[in-house]
DNA sequence: AGCACGCCGACT
DNA sequence: GTCGGCGTGCTC
């Protein structure tokens, strides 16, 4: 059984099951168990493979909270090949919100302000009785582990009472708002129907007093909603090769238009939910899943419920994750949050915009650091349900898995795209200016026809980085080393890895001249230029900001402006992400350019200084079998992913104790065929470095068994912490 | 000898 | 994760 005590230093221990409670215990049960005399929460996963290890009994079954066997599976194998504590994954898949520290008083001690029953927290009783008199009653069973779901908050409900009509021929409000109750099935939400009429609370009492509505208190209303079926047509080109996924399970990447995919969504969801089966749509972003639960309701025949799950859900979330479980909504969409939510009769497995870094949470952040295209394909495996990873230019780890053996993906038909922009790719060889005449031109064009342009800057302040007009030196942060940036044009200048402010102006460190001026393409310094030179002010949309959005031309991050269609979109400085560090970058690029292109309706131009680069040139004419032919060879010759895995290891610690930890206890002890690099220190500002090792496999497992064992041998070492992650997007 | 501290392994 | 045992090294 796994406690759940999120560590990679506990195994699975063993217990036994008492007789009395033995039905009903198998993998995926919830119980509650004692270790080292306190009692803890834990899944069951199976039977121990050599009996007689256990000593303690199960204190209690949690039949209510138990995890579906298949999903178990799916969470050991997602924790076998990822290199995460199986309770963290375990926990992904448990109720949000689900507080572990409650105990029921079973037999109050003397002088307790608790009857027996009460469900009390432990810092309530550690507050009352003390640490040593609670270790004492959890050792003893006076009190018990009981983990609690939050409770649903109740609100009142207006219920028609059965029987003779009541005459309200001379109330013509009472009339209506009861008039509406009957139409909506007889019982709502009193708030929900007196917003709905515009009633008072007056007319409500009144028909209450009258016997024609009884006013109950009922838990809250879940957010699953009805679809309301309808406007179809979106779907219906992809409802053949989505019913062929869906019927044949396993894992298929589907290239399909960005603006195309929420009718392939509804496809997939139609095919599962025909089965009388769930599917569960995972998206990066909870706007794009809040646009997909409302395009879903329309999309998909009457009959059927959809709902949303994500942070912004707040209390709701548990509710939600109640419905899902027990198959009340037939499609629910999500965050990565949403990606272990236990399904009551899973069919569909959806990743909208496969390579979105979103997708993914950042090692050391909440959430698991997996990408969740992985844990739908773990879990489509699993659960004998398809999985279907929709974007037009999927990732290759992803595409290139397409011909192998077991981890085998297939691809379905993918779709052309629909209309594609005229394109100019703009020489800057032998220009030093930041805008082209070319670029400011097409501006012109398309802001005085009443057009939208779309400006894409992945940098955020004003400079990138401040050079000496004289030598060319680039100012940088003492510090960590990396150049500064101007944030606003002003007098500060800033570090963008540790946050350090420096004064702007002063001389060059190299050769002393005070001539120092801004350089990189920002995306303030992008926007002063262009209003500069087209006369008008131009709009700002970033993550954070959002200024004159309305202006027709705007200046953003790629996430922002391509969120939306333009007629031209500009990509000023293109060779900022094609010159980015990590074997990924042409992939990258290839992607931002492409999807440039698909939100341009009429133009995209791209300013660089290769103006030759094959995978700028793929893009521009939309060839991904290009990218493909060019950069998968790459990734096999490098043993990225898919040809082979890595981890990265991030020891923190002194430098001792991390070089005696790897050379002496980590390499002898990796299997064979595991590689170990030496480690890496990575220096930062005002804190101490860190360390980092790579690993690198074949297979996936091995990786996975040695970033394990750094993670162990990092939790049993006092003063070493480890953080690892099997094949991060980017290295 | 007596005690503080840190490392390491057990816990089922 | 949390605890206790034990070895090291220091103090009385």
Redesign the pocket.
């Known amino acids: 059984m796994a406690l759940m005590?999120?560590?990679h230093?506990?195994?699975?221990?063993?217990?036994?099951v008492p007789a009395g409670t033995g039905s009903g215990v198998g993998p995926g049960t919830v119980v509650v168990?004692?270790?080292?005399?306190?009692s803890r929460l834990g899944v069951v996963v199976g039977p121990?493979p050599e009996p007689g290890?256990?000593?303690?009994e199960i204190c209690s079954v949690r039949h209510d909270l138990s995890v579906p066997p298949d999903l178990l599976g799916a969470c050991l194998r997602i924790s076998g090949s990822y290199a995460v504590p199986l309770p963290n994954v375990l926990r992904a898949t448990l109720p949000p919100g689900l507080d572990a520290g409650r105990f029921l008083v079973v037999r109050p001690g003397g002088g307790w302000p608790w009857e027996s029953g009460s469900v009390v927290s432990r810092a309530e009783i550690k507050k009352a009785i003390g640490a040593d008199a609670l270790?004492a009653a959890e050792a003893e069973g006076a009190v018990t582990l009981r983990p609690a779901v939050p409770e649903r908050k109740a609100v009142e409900w207006s219920v028609v009472r059965g029987g003779a009509e009541p005459d309200l021929a001379r109330a013509p409000r009472q009339r209506e708002v009861f008039g509406v109750l009957k139409d909506r099935g007889g019982a709502l939400p009193s708030s929900v129907l007196l917003s709905e009429t515009g009633a008072g609370r007056s007319v409500l009492r009144e028909l209450a007093r009258r016997g024609a509505v009884t006013l109950v208190r009922r838990p809250e209303p879940v957010p699953v909603f009805d679809t309301s079926g309808g406007g179809e047509s979106g779907l219906k080109p992809f409802r053949r090769d989505a019913g062929r996924a869906v019927g044949r399970g396993g894992p298929f990447v589907w290239r399909v238009p960005t603006d195309e995919q929420p009718g392939a969504v509804a496809a997939v969801a139609r095919a599962a939910v025909e089965e009388g089966e769930q599917a569960l749509i995972l998206a990066p972003e909870r706007e794009t899943v809040d646009r997909l639960v409302r395009h879903l309701l329309r999309a998909l025949p009457a009959g059927y419920t959809v709902a949303a799950y994500h942070g912004g859900l707040g209390k709701d979330r548990t509710a939600v994750h109640a419905a899902v479980r027990d198959g009340e909504a037939d499609v629910v969409v999500g965050t990565r949050a949403a990606a272990l939510l236990p399904l009551a009769r899973p069919g569909a497995f959806c990743v909208v915009d496969e390579p979105d870094g979103s997708h993914r949470a950042e090692a050391g952040y909440e959430g698991l650091p997996i990408h969740t295209r992985d844990v739908a394909v773990a879990r489509g495996r699993a659960e004998g349900a398809a999985v279907v990873c929709l974007s037009p230019v999927p990732s290759l780890r992803l595409f290139a898995a397409g011909g192998r053996g077991r981890g085998r993906v297939g691809e379905l038909p993918p779709r052309a795209p629909v209309g594609w922009p005229s394109v100019r790719v703009v020489d800057m060889r032998g220009s030093g200016s930041v805008l082209s005449s070319t670029l400011l031109d097409a501006c012109r064009r398309f802001a005085g026809g009443g057009g939208r342009v779309g400006v894409i800057v992945d940098r955020l302040g004003y400079a990138a980085v401040v050079t000496c007009n004289r030598c060319g030196a680039v100012r940088r942060c003492p510090g960590c080393d990396v150049p500064l940036a101007s944030p606003d044009g002003s007098s500060l200048l800033a570090c963008p890895r540790c946050g350090r402010r420096e004064p702007n102006g002063g001389r060059c460190a190299e050769c002393g001249s005070d001539r120092l001026s801004p350089a990189g393409i920002a995306v303030e310094r992008v926007r002063e230029g262009l209003a500069e030179a087209l006369g008008s002010p131009v709009g700002l949309i970033t993550a954070g900001r959002r200024e004159l959005d309305g202006a027709p031309v705007v200046a953003g991050t790629a996430r922002c402006v391509l969120r939306e269609g333009w007629d031209a979109v500009v990509i000023p400085d293109v060779d900022s992400s094609l010159q980015a560090s990590g074997l990924g970058a042409t992939e990258r690029s290839f992607r931002l350019v492409y999807r440039a292109a698909e939100a341009a309706s009429g133009l995209l131009l791209v300013q660089t200084r290769a103006p030759e680069h094959h995978a700028l040139l793929a893009a521009a004419r939309g060839d991904y079998a290009a990218l493909v032919a060019s950069e998968v060879p790459r990734l096999r010759a490098a043993g990225y992913p898919p040809f082979a895995h890595l981890a990265v290891a991030s020891l923190h610690g002194p430098e001792e104790k991390v070089l005696r930890a790897v050379e002496s206890r980590l390499r002898p002890a990796v299997e064979a065929g595991v590689e170990v690099s030496d480690p890496v220190g990575v220096a930062r500002a005002g804190r101490p470095p860190y360390w980092k090792v790579l690993l690198r496999a074949r297979e996936l497992d091995p990786v996975a068994r040695a970033a394990s064992l750094v993670a162990r041998m990092a939790?049993?070492?006092?003063?070493l912490q480890a953080r690892v992650e099997v094949d991060p997007e980017e290295v």
């Not at 230093?9 to 036994?16: D, E, I, M």
């Not at 290890?53 to 303690?56: C, D």
């Open positions: 005590i999120p560590t230093a506990l195994p699975p221990l063993s217990y036994l168990a004692p270790l080292s005399g306190r121990d290890r256990a000593r303690e270790r939790a049993g070492t006092h003063g």
